[in-house]
């Protein structure tokens, strides 16, 4: 299914717009720093008039000094950067800095389009901007142990809370490394409060970070998704954007489903669900769901092949311990 015309505009404008930033970033800096180091200067029209001498030898057929020119050239080059260490700047401070170094923000690779253009893509059909708020500041470089108590044994799990959650920790780090070579899915479980979507977050920040397409759905705004999908028909402005939307909830390398159990399941939202977890299972696209629900409780919400699903194609990683929104206030 195709975007609309409108929807690539959107997406490549924000393209232009990085483009522009970038520029005039560089812009800023190269000011900033051939006013500090004047010494830049003479460098620069040294390499330039290397590179004039180079093109003209060229022309006239003369290729005996180029490779010496290439090298004199490199020298300067290295040379600028040392200048600019020995000044305190980092060596890369003149180069452009693009937020994709794979595509250098235009959005493709060759004729592919690059990941970040697919996250675009998935960004734009869900509204996903807050997401990247979230998981700016909900990571694993913020995640805190501190919350977990480690002086009592918690009975389902026979370990402190502490120590589960270090086990937790580790099997979600294993999922990420392993990612792409080996295909999982995880059932984030447990009480409320006890982090579950926060680990959510720190999945999905990594896995953006490491070029893959991720969607973050609340349980309500997936059943939300689905039903319309079932209902819109072809003459109604949505229907292009949910059938978009649709399909990537199906294709995108990851799909986070937070706090299912929460939304009003009955038979045609268990139906939806299942053929969801299931075209994934059979893609081999990895799905990530957390819940409050204990598992007597998933198995009454949903019907038996949803609970059988998700028992034998999910790692279960049970969360425990105190509520930790309570205990912040404490702290
Ligand atoms: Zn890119």
């Known amino acids: 299914m195709a975007l609309k015309n409108y929807q690539i505009n959107t997406i490549l404008r924000e393209y232009d717009n990085r483009l522009f ?3 005039h970033d560089l812009e800023l800096r190269r000011k900033e720093v051939y006013e500090k180091i004047p010494a830049l200067d003479e460098l620069d029209r040294k ?10 030898l060229s022309l006239a057929g003369d290729d005996s000094l180029l490779s010496t020119l290439k090298e004199e050239n490199q020298k300067l ?15 890369d401070y003149l180069e452009p800095h693009y937020v994709c170094p794979d595509c250098k923000d235009t959005g493709y690779i060759g004729t592919e389009k690059c990941h970040c253009f697919k996250q675009a893509i998935v960004d734009l059909l869900y509204a996903q901007s807050n997401v990247k708020d979230i998981i700016a500041h909900e990571n694993f470089s913020t995640f805190s142990l501190a919350y977990y108590p480690d002086n009592f044994v918690e009975e389902s799990t026979g370990m402190t809370p502490l120590a589960n959650i270090r086990r937790v920790v580790q099997e979600t780090m294993n999922f990420i490394r392993n990612f792409d070579t080996s295909y999982q899915n ?29 969607i973050y759905l609340t349980a309500f705004q997936l059943f939300d998704i689905l039903e319309k999908y079932k209902f819109t028909n072809n003459n109604n402005n949505e229907y292009d954007d949910i059938q978009n939307q649709f399909e990537h909830i199906l294709d995108c390398d990851l799909l986070i489903v937070d706090d299912i159990g929460t939304e009003l399941s009955n038979s045609f ?63």
């Open 21 to 23: 930033q970038s520029k």
């Open 47 to 56: 390499i330039v008039s290397g590179s004039i001498r180079s093109a003209k």
């Open 77 to 91: 080059s290295e040379q600028k950067k040392q200048l600019l260490v020995a000044n305190g700047y980092a060596a």
């Open 186 to 214: 995880l059932l984030i479980y447990g009480n409320t409060g006890v982090g579950k979507t926060f680990l959510s977050n720190c999945i999905a920040k990594a896995l953006l970070d490491s070029a893959h397409t991720v």
């Open 269 to 331: 939202t268990n139906s939806q669900l299942y053929q969801c977890i299931n075209e994934r299972h059979l893609k081999q696209k990895s799905t990530v769901i957390s819940t409050n629900l204990s598992f007597d409780q998933l198995k009454a919400n949903y019907s038996e092949r949803i609970f059988s699903r998700i028992t034998s194609n999910y790692t279960l990683l049970k969360i425990v311990g105190n509520d930790i929104r309570i205990e912040k206030q404490f702290m």
